[in-house]
């Protein structure tokens, strides 16, 4: 009915029909990945109902484009910038358990 899709609404790894769990491991989070550069958020790691809801006022959620505008790392925040919502600034705990992608070029 849901087409065996590969992942959760929230990005995590869906098991085959075998059991084997496709997890990839080269996803850089916003703590880490290119500033200024277009990325798609890939998966959220935090499946708590208020940090979902956070992102959900945002604008974030797997699929969506973003761009991480500035990261201070003597303050411990990153500046997200989605393509769909207001601009908002994480913390480092908060950023590492959002991973992205390199968005393709339009």
Do not use: W, Y
């Amino acid at each position: 009915m849901l087409g065996r899709p590969s992942t959760d609404p929230h990005g995590a790894p869906i098991p085959t029909s075998g059991g084997e769990v496709l997890e990839r491991t080269d996803l850089p989070s916003l703590v880490s990945c290119a500033l200024n550069t277009p990325c798609v958020l890939v998966r959220v790691a935090d499946q708590r109902t208020e940090f979902l809801q956070l992102l959900e006022r945002h604008g974030l959620k797997p699929g969506r484009r973003l761009v991480v505008a500035d990261r201070d790392e003597l303050a411990d925040v990153v500046e997200v910038v989605p393509e769909r919502g207001e601009p908002l600034r994480l913390g480092f705990r908060a950023g590492s358990r959002l991973l992205v992608e390199a968005a393709p070029v339009p």
